[in-house]
């Protein structure tokens, strides 16, 4: 299938989503309450909250922003927008892309039903000092219009219930700016530095 407003062709997955997509998030940026005080970060904007610490990550040659990682409940959720075709959906590919990632580290993956819908759960080797370890990863995906928005919730929240819901609640909090410039499919949606914070590998603001 073709996209003729993005330009590409791309394979016609159904998109994957919560069914209240619309009304608990993630939101697209025309579903959002635009008077809520939202940090600013171009393609997502995050809404503050108490012990919620704001990281971006940053390319070291390009400078540019490539994700952003929010530490809460003891966990961390990484997430990044990608720009997606306005019928079909990216996940059930990303998905796959992502299992053959973790067994070419030499991890071990499974697909369940997750409160998002599909999810990867995955154990994946980490060199821990001298003695190699397993790092417990939870990789979640929401197609919404015209835009796919990918996570990644590591520590207690992709072993701990508890924290598990916590996390879960602050990626439906999520709102998505895809905005109007056309874009190919599975392109990152630019994210920027808000204006109070300086850029830097491993910036932060909360």
Known sequence: MTDASDGDAVVDHPKSAPADREESGPLDVSEANSVRPY???GGVKILPRPELALRLEIEE?????????????????QVQPFAAP???GLWHEIREQIIEQV???GGRSQTVDGPFG???RAEIPVAEGSAPGVRMARFVGVDGPRWFLRGV????GAVDAEAAAQVEDLFRSIVVVRGTTPMPPRDLIPLHVPANVQAGSGSSAE
Do not use: N, W
């Open 39 to 41: 940090v600013d970060l």
């Open 61 to 77: 040659g390009s400078k540019r922003v490539v994700a952003v990682a929010l530490d809460y409940a003891g966990s961390t959720l």
């Open 86 to 88: 306005r019928t079909s």
């Open 103 to 105: 067994t070419r580290q």
């Open 118 to 120: 599909p999810e990867i």
């Open 153 to 156: 919730i590591s520590g207690q």
